[in-house]
């Protein structure tokens, strides 16, 4: 497989803060990989890093076959980026903004602007300032200048930032339609699991400097702790005889009963059945799956919850 | 040479839109009225002495109310007095990358980073220029409005000559500004050691340092005072060492904003 992105023991230190640590991870060709991690986590450092705005302390990072260093003009024709929040120039509209974007990437036809106008649903603040727009709009500003010059490669940093719900799902769709069509990698930060969980086919999860688990999607779903939660009338009578076909159950302080055992969770109705044998039949039993915001508090331990 | 034509359009445009020039303009326009002003009170004693302090102040400012006398406080004007307009105008063009946060834009591009800095340079350099062209001709048109003795093509074309080799200096001499707003991501910085260099200027004049001070040179020469090649090999190496520094720090200093 080809790498779009390559780190080797990426590291960056500011005295003695340790911004990232030994970061080693790569990205294929048309992937979307989704760097996820809290705030301060060391996701924006990395792309700055990755993009040769920053120098690191340690390790090298290589882009499309390039190795990056800071000051230098290659890969940046193939790349295109958002970092942290997007700004434009607020004295100029939105079409000289895009038109500043060009021709800093020599090459790029005049035809690409109106074409990522259109993309990005733009046309009708075209001629106003940016200093006029509000902050979903800038932020689409932000992402026309990075798709303006169709860049084999798109670093993105928060790229949901300030939308909307439905200018997320636009987004989310774009961004799919950009890796299906024309190959594009997206390497995007966040800190919503459930936003890139619907996008990314791999994700990989840094806190504090320090890059925790890179999952594929499928696993993350396996991964996420399942309950099944049932609650009955008679609970002595429902504990023991679970329990007597070796059920471990756990009592919530609620008084319904969470069963985290594989067979419970394969076979609800075997429990439903037990249960109707046993003359405590189930009021209530429904399956539990971990959200994926409480799963990712989890694996950065930052999880308050005792289950 | 493609690079640095649309660095230039970029510069120029961002110039062009925003409303700095214009206060910039606004605030050398009052220089040839004061100028004007002044030597039209030291023409006229007696109005000079019903404005009672102002009357003084003619007095001690103007050298003689005539061309030569009106020119040389105009050049003084301009090219001295408008250093100040000329650190604002550099440093607001470096440092608003950085306050309005858009300097990450012009860092991962395939346009050389030289080109994007001389871009820069080069329109705070035309932006100097048109400043001193507004006001030396104002300047001109009221020299004629209030009819000064002593006017010829000769006193006109010395004064221009003056003009452009003072402001010429004044312009090189603003280049390590653009270092400090870079260095300080922002204009305060540079504008707080701009009104520092003023002062050390006129102390080093007083001193008696003026000559190796490369911030005073441009008022020595003005004054005519007969100058060392050393003193223009210093402004012209402060100069040099404004674009150089300004390049190496937009090279090779983590840029995290």
Redesign the interface.
Known sequence: MNWAIETENLGKRYGKVTAVDSLSLRVGEGEIYAFLGLNGAGKT?TI?ML?????PSSGVATVLDKRVR??S??P??Q?G?L???P??????TVL?NL???R????GTPKKAIAQVIERLALASYADRRTATLSLGNVQRLGLA?ALLHNPRLLLLDEPANGLDPAGIVEIRELLLEITRQAGVTVFMSSHILAEVSRLAKRIGIIHEGHLLQEINVEELERNRSRRLQVRVQDLETARANLEAAGHPVHVTQDGAIDLMDTDSLDHPDRIASLLVLANTPPTQLFMEQEDLEHYFLRLVGKDGDPQ | M??LA??L??ET??VL???VPFFTALGFLIMPFIGALLIFIYKDPQLARQLGLLGAKANLVVGSADWPGYLTLLIEFTALGGFFFFCMAISWTFGREFT???L??????????LHIILAKFIVVAFWCIALIGETYLIGLILGAAIHLPGGSLTVILHGTGLLVVTSGMSIILVMPFAFLASVGRGYLFPMGIAIITLILGNLALTLGWGEYFPWSVPALYMQGTSLTPISYVLVFLAGLAGLIGTYLW???A???R
């Open positions: 450092t700055r993009l040769g705005m920053i120098r800071l000051g003009r290659e940046w024709a790349v980026y970092v942290e929040t700004h434009a120039y607020p004295e100029l000289e038109e500043a974007t021709r800093l990437h020599p200048k | 493609n690079t649309n660095s359009w970029i445009r961002k839109r925003s409303r309005d946060g858009t990450k834009d012009l860092l991962a591009v395939p346009v050389p980073r937009w090279m090779y983590d840029q995290s």
